[in-house]
């Protein structure tokens, strides 16, 4: 089975192609490297990488066509909440039009399979945790709106045309590959993990923490951490599902705990061993208080077990990639 991973040399499409390689898959990579890394293919050696963009539907077209892919993993999108909120344009025209561009070529194509990499982000302001699937989507940022605004793309084209897909929506991807070959590198880099970890490293100033007065337990917000090779696992057992007849579904992929920003920090300065300078500062718009996944759907119907669950081991795996890739990809 030929899969196509649009995103591919991202953060969560990298992790998600090499466990595809360890599974057997054939996987061609397609992104534009606007915030890939090329780099990062190098430790994919299996994969075949073409430099390209969503939007090009002739290119898309003949990869579909010419390689047989029989499924698509969606991964290339914007992915940053307070950058959505500043500038929402490039969000709806990458994460919907692009978007929706890709999905023609895959509906005129005829392939068969499509996973798509989604978002907690979806839910906005919890109304109870943790959050299940049949959860209220009323998201309070346009990263989120343009996610379900796909989501919802993909239940009338499954409908109407038979595309069958499973929606993941994860919660805070965090960590880094445990073999230390892949690793986070968002640039800019807005995410806690891997700025408490430059800050403990001394090549970030220090941590704002976004907000103290949220009612939670610390008056910061509570985020679930998942480790990215656990999504990435996710997506695995997501299409192997699909390929034994699975009907299209929707699932959260979280660890079911919740850490605040304030807790997050600690754990870093255990693990890490560093003094992590911090200081407090406003609440960043569009930031729901508690975000904690119910995961029991996914582990119920597919069998997903969380292997890196805990918080330790998560930062651990992110700290041994900043350790040696202190600036990151080389490109
Ligand atoms: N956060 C923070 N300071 C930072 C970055 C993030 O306090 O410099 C908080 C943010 O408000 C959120 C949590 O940390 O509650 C996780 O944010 P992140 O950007 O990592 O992921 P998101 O929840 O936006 O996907």
């Known amino acids: 089975m030929h899969v196509l991973v649009t995103g591919g040399a991202g953060y969560i499409g990298s992790h998600t192609v090499k466990e595809l390689l360890r599974a057997g898959y054939k996987v061609t990579v397609l992104d534009n490297l606007f915030r890939g ?29 010419n390689r047989g892919i029989r499924a698509v993993m969606h991964f290339a999108a914007l992915s940053l909440v307070g950058e959505s909120v500043a500038n929402p344009s490039p969000y709806y025209q990458n994460n919907v039009i692009k978007g929706l561009a890709l999905l023609e070529a895959v509906r005129e194509a005829g392939v068969p399979y499509f996973i798509f990499s989604s978002t907690a982000a979806v839910y906005g302001e919890p109304e109870q945790v943790p959050i299940e699937e049949n959860h209220a989507l009323r998201p309070t940022n346009p990263y989120g709106a343009t996610k379900l605004a796909f989501e919802e793309a993909l239940r009338w084209y499954d409908k109407a045309y038979g ?16 073999d230390g070959e892949l690793g986070e590198d968002h640039r800019p880099e807005t995410h806690l993990i891997p700025l408490v970890l430059k800050a ?61 920003v304030r807790e997050v920090i600690e754990v870093a300065r255990r693990v890490t061993g560093r003094n992590i300078p911090v200081k407090e500062g406003d609440r960043r ?47």
């Open 163 to 178: 595309i069958k897909y499973i929606c993941l929506r994860y919660f805070n991807a965090a960590g880094a590959d445990p």
């Open 37 to 65: 890394h090329r780099s990062a293919m190098q430790h994919l050696r299996g994969a075949d990488f073409i430099q390209g963009d969503i939007v090009d539907r002739e290119l898309v077209a003949e990869l579909l066509k």
């Open 200 to 260: 403990a490293l001394g090549i970030y100033p220090g941590v704002t923490v976004f907000g103290t007065d949220y009612p939670t337990p610390d008056g910061t917000c509570v985020r679930d951490y998942i480790h990215v090779t656990d999504l990435a696992a996710a997506h695995v057992l997501a299409l192997q599902a699909l390929e034994g007849g699975l009907p299209s579904a929707v699932y959260n992929l979280g660890n079911e705990r919740g850490y605040s």
């Open 285 to 331: 718009p569009g930031d729901p208080a508690v975000l904690v996944a119910s995961s029991r759907r996914i582990r119920k119907e597919l069998g997903w077990r969380p292997c890196y669950g805990d918080l330790e081991t998560i930062i651990g795996t992110a700290w041994e990639w900043y350790r040696l890739h202190p600036e990151g990809y080389e490109n």
